[in-house]
């Protein structure tokens, strides 16, 4: 399984600032994508990163309020700008070495407080 | 939405075994039943998954009824850092969505 790793951990922020959110994976892989879990809810899936082009959003999440880049085939950035206290969640990246693959792995998660 | 019904929680005694159970009814032929569990908002762990036939690996066993309209997950011998929320999903191989429901939280007691 590959090995994930993700920076912060954690983070405070003050509304209206932005941070930015790396996912390092220890081998190449295809697929990669961004989760978010809200306090005492599930995880919900943000966006697929995709290597040279622009991410594919889900229902709900534009490029504007989550930027995301993908700049090869072992690193991931999320950016959540603007934040508000509703951001407050924990944010996942998870990886999948093909697609078909038939298995996702999740990195550790970054918890985030936006007061 | 999930397309998988738990029930929200479980309690089991450590060293014996936890049995966890999964509704599926309007599964697809191709559509595969996996397994994770995140234990206290860590990044969710994958455990097992199949398709119609049993699984077992080094973490639990799968067992898929006939009709594949249900599964269980079997942990044979719990122990404490087995406590966490455990979600059943299904998904198409080619479809790399995975759509998390509320998942069962295990708690073993000792």
């Known amino acids: 399984s590959a090995v994930i790793s993700q920076k912060p951990s954690r983070d405070i922020c003050q509304r209206g600032t932005s941070l930015t959110i790396q996912c390092q994976v220890d081998?190449?892989?295809?697929?990669m994508f961004w989760y978010r879990q809200q306090p005492g809810q599930s995880l919900t899936l943000i966006a697929t990163?995709?290597?040279?082009?622009?991410?594919?959003?889900e229902s709900g999440f534009v490029i504007d309020k989550f930027p995301i880049s993908r700049p090869n085939l072992t690193f991931s950035t999320l950016t959540v700008s603007n934040m508000s206290p509703e951001d407050s969640s924990i944010y996942l990246c998870?990886?999948?070495?093909?697609?078909?693959?038939?298995?996702?792995?999740f990195g550790p998660g970054t918890r985030l407080l936006v007061l | 939405d999930a397309k998988t019904t738990q029930p929200p929680s479980m309690d089991c005694a450590e060293g014996r075994a936890a049995n966890l159970p999964c509704n599926h009814s309007?599964?697809?032929?191709?559509?595969?039943v996996y397994w994770y569990r995140q234990i206290h908002s860590q990044g969710p762990q994958y455990i097992i998954h199949?398709?119609?036939n049993n699984e077992t690996n080094e973490m639990a066993s799968l067992i898929i009824t006939e009709d594949r309209k249900s599964s269980t997950l079997i942990l044979p011998h719990a122990t404490l850092r087995d406590t966490a929320v455990y979600y059943c999903?299904?998904?198409?191989?080619?479809?790399?969505?995975?759509?998390f429901g509320k998942g069962t939280l295990l708690t073993v007691n000792p």
């Open positions: 081998s190449q892989v295809t697929m």
């Open positions: 309007t599964i697809s032929g191709n559509e595969y």
């Open positions: 199949g398709l119609k």
């Open positions: 999903i299904v998904r198409e191989r080619s479809n790399y969505k995975l759509t």
């Open positions: 990163a995709n290597q040279g082009s622009e991410a594919t959003y």
């Open positions: 998870s990886v999948e070495a093909s697609l078909g693959q038939e298995t996702q792995y």
